[in-house]
């Protein structure tokens, strides 16, 4: 992946700066080198990816707003056909039994049990 994003269509910066960030390894250039415990991290047991129904309604909003949109669709009744949640939960358990860390699955596993049904808390 650090291969593909140093490109200049993208990045344009050489290929280890990308995977030393990738994988928390910094270096500010002046001798002081740290290892990061928060690197990109584009899964991180479902924490990254979770398709949050807040996310898919602030994106219906910023269609209405550009125009994309005609009129006020029910955001929510649209983000929980678009943002397949159950879907989601049923990737990330066969994830989680093919080898996820107990504590980090299960207190993700924990988080999901309870996210999809209510409507975000800046929009009650």
Known sequence: MADII?????????????????????????????????????????????????????????HKRW???????????????VNQIELYKQAAAQVKSAGAEGSDAQRQADRWRDLGSEKPERLR
């Open 6 to 62: 140093k490109d200049k269509s993208y990045v344009n910066t050489d290929f280890d700066s990308i995977e030393d960030r990738m994988l928390g390894q910094y270096d500010n250039g002046i001798g002081k080198k740290w290892q990061d415990p928060n690197y990109m991290k584009f899964y991180n047991d479902g924490a990254v990816t979770f398709p949050y129904l807040s996310d898919g309604m602030w994106f219906l909003t910023q």
């Open 67 to 81: 125009g994309m949109l005609k009129e006020h669709p029910d955001y929510l009744a649209v983000a929980k056909k």
